[in-house]
């Protein structure tokens, strides 16, 4: 089974704070992704990587960013937190499909639930 | 712009059957995925379609038309467990996921 693990499933931070959210998979999985769930909305991308130390950015990549310097591991920072970045965090990985082209299945972490004060 | 479009909110009886629909507007299209997300949780992989028509997997069936821009998911014997949300999402021309906000389905007894 795929497993995808997220440091932390709750964390409150103060407004300004350097915040770090780590994600690791056990599947050996080129593709990783950062979203952000808020209510009444689409999960939200925020960066994603095809490769270790390379990174895209998603949708909304601002006030964010994201280091993958193993393959298993992709981290999200907060330079400095504000209370709209208070949200569900969801890291995701998955493989590249054979042909090269296209989408796999994501699999998703437990999320980390963020409150900025 | 690219939009995903489900019921914000659907109610069900245990062992009936329900539809819940998506239409997508999406620059190209690569396929469309049904995810589940019970509350507090992470989504969980259900389906994908890239080609017209039905799949058929348990209880659980998704549907696709292409050329009207539209999925369904069909669940059947509904179970009390199947409270949970679903979320459709579309696979553009680039490949990316455009994700619909997802509808909640309450199970009564």
């Known amino acids: 089974d795929v497993k995808v693990t997220q440091s932390s499933r709750y964390l409150v931070k103060r407004t300004g704070e350097k915040v770090f959210l780590e994600c690791v998979q056990d599947?050996?999985?080129?593709?990783m992704f950062w979203y952000r769930q808020d209510p009444g909305l689409g999960l939200r991308l925020i960066y994603f990587?095809?490769?270790?130390?390379?990174?895209e950015k998603g949708d909304i990549p601002e006030g964010y960013s994201v280091s993958r310097e193993k393959k298993e591991r992709f981290s999200l920072i907060l330079e400095s937190a504000s209370t709209n970045q208070t949200s569900m965090y969801l890291c995701?990985?998955?493989?590249?499909?054979?042909?090269?082209?296209?989408?796999?299945?994501?699999?998703f972490g437990p999320g980390t639930r963020l409150t900025v004060l | 712009g690219q939009n995903i479009d489900q019921p914000t909110e659907m109610t069900a009886t245990e062992g009936a059957i329900v539809q819940i629909n998506c239409t997508y507007q999406?620059?190209?299209?690569?396929?469309l995925f049904w995810y589940q997300q019970h509350a507090g949780e992470a989504p969980t992989f259900l389906s994908y379609?890239?080609l017209d028509g039905l799949e058929e997997k348990g209880r659980f069936s998704s549907f696709l038309s292409r050329s009207k821009g539209y999925s369904y998911l069909l669940l059947k014997e509904l179970q009390m467990k199947d409270s949970a949300s679903y979320l459709c999402?579309?696979?553009?021309?680039?490949?990316?996921?455009?994700w619909g906000a997802g509808t909640k389905l309450i199970i009564k007894p």
């Open positions: 999402a579309v696979t553009d021309s680039n490949y990316q996921l455009i």
């Open positions: 599947m050996d999985h080129e593709n």
């Open positions: 379609n890239v």
């Open positions: 999406t620059s190209g299209f690569n396929g």
């Open positions: 990587s095809y490769d270790v130390k390379m990174k």
């Open positions: 995701a990985s998955s493989s590249l499909p054979a042909s090269g082209l296209g989408v796999d299945t994501q699999y």
